[in-house]
Nanobody, 122 residues
Framework: VQLVESGGDLVQAGGSLRLACVAS????????ISWHRQAPGKQRELVAS???????TYADSVKGRFTISRNNAENTVYLQMNGLKPEDTAVYYC?????????????????WGQGTQVTVSS
């Protein structure tokens, strides 16, 4: 599985951006896809996640401003970010945990994209 993010940019506070994460490879094994972010000097944190059935969760810091969505036919997950704040500045990563059951065991994998930079100026 490969994950490729796009859409990061420099934007003024209050602006909007739409990030995209395209999955390729053995995507049939993917259920949950999530967006994480990491600001300089801080730990990576979960921003939002979505299941194949479109169940969503959000970090409290982005509720009401960010919307995660998914197009299963195109293997793409989007993160619509509105009302951006300087504290949203970070590298945003796409993540997909995958479980592949076999006769012997369940193989677990963690796939990450390369990240896309979002910078919000005040």
């Amino acid at each position: 599985v490969q994950l490729v993010e796009s859409g990061g940019d420099l934007v003024q506070a209050g602006g909007s951006l739409r990030l995209a994460c395209v999955a390729s490879g053995r995507v049939s094994n993917i259920d949950i896809i999530s967006w994480h972010r990491q600001a300089p000097g801080k730990q990576r944190e979960l921003v939002a996640s979505i299941t194949r059935g479109h169940f969503t969760t959000y970090a409290d810091s982005v509720k009401g401003r960010f919307t995660i969505s998914r197009n299963n036919a195109e293997n793409t997950v989007y993160l619509q970010m509105n009302g951006l704040k300087p504290e949203d500045t970070a590298v945003y990563y796409c993540h997909a945990p995958v479980e592949v059951p076999t006769i012997e065991r369940v193989w677990k994998y963690d796939y990450w994209g390369q990240g896309t930079q979002v910078t919000v100026s005040s």
